[in-house]
């Protein structure tokens, strides 16, 4: 697939396509922005009877039949799409729930845009933000934006930062026991916390510049209130990170999730297993890979699973690399992932390199992979030569 140069629709333009809509197909990329736009997207439809069908897909094709709507989300491609970049795609999302009369979960939508990189309230967040501070959802308080209740549980696996403990639940666990932190803990614990977090980040051996800005969006987070309806998660931010990890290793589950108005607990531990499982993997291979810089591009070699190589790339690109671009490469599949730090059409690159090996290249502006057969040294030096 080539991503196109189309207009991104004004939120009131795709809702009247919607709201007369006989079936509507949702394919969304496998990222958490774009899950969570389309859990926003199918709650909207579910509560105007609209039939549809929602699925994730790592480089989507608008698919249709006859009198079907097709709407792609995080890319550009067809008629339809919500691709972000700009704003959010869930951003878009949300407002396109409300212009079809339905009133949108605003912590879904700030998910959405935390896992797309943005700060609630920030890039077109701020009506979700708004919506959701109305409604007592969420509280923004010091401290580290984490899934769990657990903190060694949720800071070794979450992939919104990268601590000399990321991966290990004991060491993290004995780093935190230095702190004496209370057992339920008051402001200054979470900020004691956040600073020993920051700090460790900052400080870590082979810590890039980019990483001391790049933990920010996992700092002071946003709490989800206990009373909001449904509510799976401690906060925005950790909300974030599962979705982000669901979109690759449970792509169904995410999109239930977003869907869901009040998820059960069966859902909700699902989730929680998936991006714990997801997030320890990672860190553990970032921990064992052979790492060097070349002109423009840091290349991680690793031995993960096939899922977690996007999220590794991320990682690196987020708090290792000096380079604009982390490439991350897993010699025994052959797999390649590339996170940029800034949109460069990085998704056409990874297809035309992979078009020349004969594989599959996927992705969007600011990220991408390639799989081949071909020996991964040659993969990897046709996509550095591409960059």
Same mark, same amino acid.
Request: glycine share 10%; proline share 7%.
């Given at each position: 697939?080539?991503?196109t140069?189309?207009?991104?629709?004004?939120?009131?333009?795709?809702?009247?396509?919607?709201?007369?809509?006989?079936?509507?197909?949702?394919?969304?990329?496998?990222?958490?922005?774009?899950?969570?736009?389309?859990?926003?997207?199918?709650?909207?439809?579910?509560?105007?009877?609209?039939?549809?069908?929602?699925?994730?897909?790592?480089?989507?094709?608008?698919?249709?039949g006859?009198?079907?709507?097709?709407?792609?989300?995080? %890319?550009?491609? &067809?008629?339809?799409?919500?691709?972000?970049?700009?704003?959010?795609?869930?951003?878009?999302?949300?407002? #396109?729930?409300?212009?079809?009369?339905?009133d949108?979960?605003?912590?879904?939508?700030?998910?959405?845009?935390v896992?797309?990189?943005?700060?609630?309230?920030?890039? &077109?967040? &701020?009506?979700?933000?708004?919506?959701?501070?109305?409604?007592?959802?969420?509280?923004?308080?010091?401290? #580290?934006?984490?899934?769990?209740?657990?903190?060694?549980? &949720?800071?070794?696996? =979450?992939?919104?930062?990268?601590?000399?403990?990321?991966?290990?639940?004991?060491?993290?666990?004995?780093?935190i026991?230095?702190?004496?932190?209370?057992?339920?803990?008051?402001?200054?614990?979470?900020?004691?916390?956040?600073?020993?977090?920051?700090?460790?980040?900052?400080?870590?051996?082979?810590?890039?510049?980019?990483?001391?800005?790049?933990?920010?969006?996992?700092?002071?987070?946003?709490?989800?209130?206990?009373?909001?309806?449904?509510?799976?998660?401690?906060?925005v931010?950790?909300?974030?990170?599962?979705?982000? %990890?669901?979109?690759?290793?449970?792509p169904?589950?995410? #999109?239930?999730?977003?869907i869901a108005?009040?998820?059960?607990?069966?859902?909700v531990?699902?989730?929680?297993?998936?991006?714990?499982?997801h997030?320890?993997?990672?860190h553990?291979?970032?921990?064992?890979?052979?790492?060097?810089?070349?002109?423009?591009? #840091?290349?991680?070699?690793?031995?993960?699973?096939? =899922?977690?190589?996007?999220?590794?790339?991320?990682?690196?690109?987020?708090?290792?690399?000096?380079?604009?671009?982390?490439v991350?490469?897993?010699?025994?599949?052959g797999?390649?992932?590339?996170?940029?730090?800034?949109?460069?059409?990085l998704?056409?690159?990874?297809?035309?390199?992979?078009?020349?090996?004969?594989?599959?290249?996927?992705?969007?502006?600011a990220?991408?992979?390639?799989?081949?057969?071909?020996?991964?040294?040659?993969?990897?030096?046709?996509?550095?030569?591409a960059?």
């Amino acid at each position: 697939m080539t991503e196109t140069a189309t207009a991104t629709p004004t939120p009131d333009a795709l809702a009247s396509v919607l709201a007369d809509a006989p079936f509507v197909r949702l394919v969304a990329t496998d990222d958490g922005d774009a899950v969570a736009a389309t859990g926003l997207l199918a709650g909207a439809l579910r509560e105007r009877a609209v039939p549809f069908q929602a699925r994730v897909s790592r480089d989507p094709l608008p698919e249709t039949g006859d009198d079907e709507v097709a709407v792609t989300v995080g %890319v550009d491609a &067809g008629p339809h799409s919500l691709p972000g970049g700009g704003c959010p795609a869930s951003t878009t999302a949300f407002a #396109v729930a409300r212009e079809l009369g339905v009133d949108p979960d605003p912590v879904v939508a700030l998910a959405g845009g935390v896992a797309a990189g943005s700060i609630p309230g920030t890039d &077109g967040t &701020g009506d979700a933000l708004e919506a959701a501070e109305r409604a007592a959802d969420v509280t923004r308080r010091p401290g #580290v934006g984490i899934p769990c209740v657990d903190l060694a549980d &949720g800071l070794s696996a =979450s992939t919104l930062l990268r601590t000399p403990y990321s991966g290990d639940p004991e060491a993290t666990r004995a780093t935190i026991a230095t702190l004496g932190l209370p057992a339920t803990l008051d402001e200054d614990a979470h900020r004691r916390l956040a600073s020993l977090v920051a700090v460790d980040v900052a400080a870590a051996e082979g810590a890039s510049d980019r990483a001391a800005s790049a933990v920010e969006r996992a700092l002071r987070p946003y709490a989800i209130a206990s009373t909001t309806p449904g509510a799976p998660f401690e906060t925005v931010g950790g909300y974030a990170d599962v979705l982000d %990890v669901l979109a690759r290793e449970e792509p169904g589950v995410g #999109v239930a999730l977003a869907i869901a108005t009040d998820p059960g607990d069966g859902l909700v531990s699902a989730a929680r297993d998936a991006w714990r499982a997801h997030g320890l993997a990672a860190h553990r291979a970032l921990d064992a890979a052979t790492t060097g810089r070349y002109d423009g591009c #840091v290349v991680a070699r690793v031995d993960a699973p096939a =899922s977690t190589i996007p999220t590794i790339a991320r990682i690196v690109r987020d708090f290792r690399s000096p380079e604009p671009v982390a490439v991350v490469l897993d010699e025994s599949s052959g797999r390649i992932a590339a996170a940029a730090t800034e949109s460069m059409g990085l998704g056409d690159v990874c297809r035309s390199v992979a078009a020349e090996l004969g594989g599959e290249g996927w992705g969007a502006d600011a990220r991408g992979g390639v799989d081949t057969t071909a020996d991964p040294t040659d993969a990897l030096a046709a996509l550095r030569e591409a960059l």
